[in-house]
């Protein structure tokens, strides 16, 4: 059946970034070494291994995308007779939705960063403000420089980045003046500034080496404030900053194509799929049915 050699012949097909072939080795080795050694089994074992996987939503569907592509290279070389992910699509459509962060718990999860003004604390908000006014990637703001952030005109910033699947800083977002006050605040407790020429990293760990916040090591400091502003709701993942970011400039009536630039989205498909659910529960046509029908509560009140 599989093996490493198949691994590593699918990805020398593929035009990945190091940092995505890394990535995909790591899960295909995982799934080679725990599902395929038996053949009787694998197409049923790849299911159930895929959804016993303790991971968020979105990051299963990402393994889903990756196990998919392989095994339909696999399938088009006849490595092997079939692709059992065929038999989740079904199964994953089902999975719970993320949703954004209701105004209250934006409140919630900036207070909890303000109520210190140490070096982790100012780190914190200033993350997290910056990605709730700018929608960026958590892989985008870790790897954020001083320098990648430029003045285009008087009272207008914009943040340099690489996007996802990008090899160079080659995309941006526009930074309001509440997300250049945060990352001010912070750099002035660590004696540097914006538009400085060096190249150091924004977010840097509150340890002595002072080395740059890791993508997984953000991730797991979104999450701890999360939970320390109780925002525990299903379908909520550190994610959801993003999504809520494309929420309140829609509310707010920015123009969707405007939108799918913020997100750096290559199809606008994938911008509907966050404001789907916006349109879906305010404008729901289950709202607009009545009957003129009484509750049970409604009817005792009048009587009395």
């Given at each position: 059946?599989?093996?490493?050699?198949?691994i590593t012949e699918f990805?020398q097909?593929r035009?990945?970034?190091?940092?995505?072939?890394?990535?995909?080795r790591?899960?295909?080795?995982?799934y080679?070494?725990?599902?395929?050694?038996?053949?009787?089994?694998?197409?049923?074992?790849?299911?159930?291994?895929?959804e016993?996987?303790?991971?968020?939503?979105?990051t299963k569907?990402?393994?889903?995308?990756?196990?998919h592509s392989f095994?339909?290279?696999?399938?088009?070389r006849?490595?092997?007779?079939?692709?059992?992910?065929?038999?989740?699509?079904?199964r994953?459509?089902?999975?719970?939705?993320r949703?954004?962060l209701?105004s209250e718990?934006?409140?919630?999860l900036?207070?909890?960063?303000?109520?210190?003004k140490?070096?982790?604390?100012?780190?914190d908000?200033?993350?997290?403000?910056?990605?709730?006014h700018?929608?960026?990637?958590?892989?985008?703001?870790?790897?954020?420089?001083?320098?990648d952030f430029?003045?285009?005109?008087?009272?207008?910033?914009?943040?340099?980045y690489?996007?996802?699947g990008?090899?160079?800083?080659?995309?941006?977002v526009v930074?309001p003046e509440i997300?250049?006050?945060?990352i001010?605040?912070?750099?002035?407790?660590r004696?540097?500034?914006l538009?400085?020429s060096?190249?150091?990293?924004?977010?840097l760990?509150?340890w002595?080496?002072?080395c740059?916040?890791t993508?997984?090591?953000?991730?797991?400091?979104?999450?701890?404030?999360m939970?320390?502003?109780?925002?525990?709701r299903p379908g909520?993942?550190?994610h959801?900053?993003?999504?809520?970011?494309?929420?309140m400039a829609y509310?707010?009536?920015?123009?969707?194509?405007?939108?799918?630039?913020m997100?750096?989205h290559?199809s606008l498909?994938?911008?509907q799929?966050y404001?789907?659910?916006i349109?879906?529960?305010?404008?729901a046509?289950?709202l607009?049915i009545?009957?003129?029908?009484?509750?049970r509560?409604?009817?005792k009140?009048r009587?009395?």
């Open positions: 059946m599989l093996s490493e050699d198949h990805l097909s035009s990945f970034l190091p940092l995505t072939k890394k990535k995909y790591s899960l295909l080795a995982r080679v070494c725990d599902v395929v050694p038996d053949p009787d089994t694998w197409e049923q074992g790849s299911v159930r291994w895929l016993g996987l303790k991971v968020e939503p979105n569907r990402y393994y889903f995308d990756v196990l095994l339909n290279w696999c399938l088009s006849g490595y092997v007779p079939s692709n059992p992910m065929k038999l989740m699509k079904i994953l459509s089902t999975m719970p939705l949703y954004a209701t718990e934006v409140q919630k900036v207070s909890v960063t303000r109520q210190k140490d070096e982790r604390a100012l780190r908000c200033a993350i997290i403000i910056f990605m709730l700018t929608g960026l990637r958590v892989g985008g703001v870790s790897g954020l420089d001083v320098q430029i003045q285009v005109k008087p009272g207008r910033i914009i943040a340099k690489k996007g996802k990008h090899i160079g800083k080659d995309s941006f930074v997300g250049v006050r945060g001010d605040e912070y750099l002035k407790l004696k540097s500034k538009f400085a060096d190249q150091g990293a924004v977010f760990t509150v002595k080496d002072k740059r916040l993508e997984s090591r953000m991730r797991e400091t979104i999450r701890e404030r939970v320390e502003a109780k925002i525990k909520i993942c550190v959801s900053l993003r999504h809520t970011a494309a929420t509310r707010s009536g920015a123009d969707i194509m405007a939108i799918k630039e997100l750096d290559r498909e994938t911008t799929g404001l789907h659910s349109d879906r529960i305010e404008g046509a289950e607009k009545d009957y003129g029908l009484e509750t509560t409604d009817t009140k009587r009395k």
